[in-house]
């Protein structure tokens, strides 16, 4: 009989940002917190503009809790990048309104 875990539950996540250096900034934020439970894995990276996060769990449960977990950091690195990246959300803003 084997030991090693199966993770049948997952979900992938694209996160955009306005460029790059954000997604870049988000990822390392975000990739320092590693998961407490073996029963969970993260795989986070970077393209381009865009944070892929892809998260597998054993349980529906174990998946909801660490997915919940990951939002309340990423709502955190959003409110901080808002604080003090204005330069470049007030240019996508620009952007957005003259295209």
């Known amino acids: ?11 992938s996540l694209d996160v955009p940002f306005p460029d790059a250096r954000l ?3 988000a990822l390392q934020a975000l990739g ?7 029963l969970v ?3 986070l990276s970077a393209v381009d ?3 892929k996060v892809r ?3 054993t349980t ?3 998946l909801r809790v660490a997915v919940n977990s990951f939002f309340d950091s990423l ?13 470049v959300i007030e240019a996508r803003k620009a952007e957005e309104e003259t295209g």
């Open 1 to 11: 009989m084997s030991t090693e875990l199966t993770y049948p539950c997952s979900l």
């Open 23 to 25: 997604a870049n900034v």
């Open 32 to 38: 320092v917190d590693k998961e407490l439970s073996t």
């Open 41 to 43: 894995q993260k795989e």
């Open 49 to 51: 503009s865009t944070l």
């Open 55 to 57: 998260y597998k769990a």
């Open 60 to 62: 529906n449960r174990m």
């Open 75 to 87: 709502a955190l690195v959003l409110e901080v990048m808002e604080q003090l990246d204005v330069d």
